[in-house]
C-alpha cells in the first residue's frame, strides 16, 4: 500500500545536525512533492518546506532557508531532510507528507509518515 | 506564528453538529484552497478535507467543508465518539516567498 516509512528517534546536542529519511513505497515517486512538518511537544503544525520528487527542486519556509536542506535519492525513492545548528527549540516530531507536484507551491497532503522524534538536549 | 486561527476548543454530545471556524486573510484563505486534518492522540495527521469541500475516499460524509472569502469552516454532524481528536485547517500563503500554513487547531471534545 502506499506508505511513507520515516527513519528512528535521533537525540542531538545543541549546534548539532540532523538528517531525518523518508522512504517512499506503493506510489510512483517522482509524480509527487514531499513536505516535512513539524510538531514540537503540545503545540501545533509548522511547515517546514517542501521537494519535487521530479526535480528535486525545493521550496523552504523563510523562517528555515540557511539551516534546512531537503534531498531526494530517486533510486530508493527516498527523502531527506537535514537540519543544523539545532537548538533546544527545535524539539519535536517531524513528519514527511506527500502532496501533488505543482513545482511553486504545495496543496494538500494525502499521505503522512508516522514522524520521526528529535530531541535537542545538552 | 500561525496566521491561520481556531478556536482552541469545541465539544458536543454524540450525535450532536460541531462546526469549527479557520480566519485568514486575502494572502492565505482569500486566493487558495482550505485543506483540514484531523489528528487523533499520537498518531500523524489524517487529510480530511481539501480543495474547501472535497473529502478523499474513505472519509465519512458527515465531515464538511466551506469556504467564504477569507474565511473557512469545518463541520461534523453526527458526532461520534471517534471523532475526539485535534481539527487543523491548511492553506498556501502567498506572502513571504510562499509558504504552506496551518490553523492554531482545535481540540474537539466529545461529552
Known amino acids: 500500500q502506499v506508505q511513507l516509512v520515516q527513519s528512528g528517534a535521533e537525540v542531538k546536542k545543541p549546534g548539532a545536525s540532523v538528517k531525518v529519511s523518508c522512504k517512499a513505497s506503493g506510489y510512483m515517486f517522482t509524480s509527487y512533492g514531499i513536505s516535512w512538518v513539524r510538531q514540537a511537544p503540545g503545540q501545533g503544525l509548522e511547515w517546514m518546506g517542501w521537494?519535487?520528487?521530479?526535480?528535486?527542486?525545493?521550496k523552504y519556509a523563510q523562517r528555515f532557508q540557511g539551516r534546512v536542506t531537503m534531498t531526494t535519492d530517486t533510486s530508493t525513492s527516498t527523502t531527506y531532510m537535514e537540519l543544523r545548528s539545532l537548538r533546544s527549540d527545535d524539539t519535536a516530531v517531524y513528519y514527511c507528507?506527500?502532496?501533488?507536484?505543482?513545482?511553486?507551491?504545495?496543496?494538500?497532503?494525502?499521505?503522512w509518515g508516522h514522524g520521526t522524534m528529535v530531541t535537542v538536549s545538552s | 506564528q500561525s496566521v491561520l486561527t481556531q478556536p482552541p476548543s469545541a465539544s458536543g454530545t454524540p450525535g450532536q453538529r460541531v462546526t469549527i471556524s479557520c480566519s485568514g486573510s486575502?494572502?492565505?484563505?482569500?486566493?487558495?484552497?482550505v485543506n483540514w486534518y484531523q489528528q487523533l492522540p499520537g498518531t500523524a495527521p489524517k487529510l480530511l478535507i481539501y480543495i474547501n469541500s472535497q473529502r478523499p475516499s474513505g472519509v465519512p460524509d458527515r465531515f464538511s467543508g466551506s469556504k467564504s472569502g477569507t474565511s473557512a469552516s469545518l463541520a461534523i454532524s453526527g458526532l461520534q465518539s471517534e471523532d475526539e481528536a485535534d481539527y487543523y485547517c491548511?492553506?498556501?500563503?502567498?506572502?513571504?516567498?510562499?509558504?504552506?500554513?496551518f490553523g492554531t487547531g482545535t481540540k474537539v471534545t466529545v461529552l
Open positions: 491548511a492553506a498556501w500563503d502567498d506572502s513571504l516567498n510562499g509558504r504552506y500554513v
Open positions: 507528507a506527500r502532496g501533488d507536484d505543482y513545482g511553486d507551491h504545495v496543496e494538500a497532503f494525502d499521505i
Open positions: 486575502s494572502s492565505n484563505i482569500g486566493s487558495n484552497s
Open positions: 521537494i519535487s520528487g521530479y526535480k528535486g527542486n525545493t
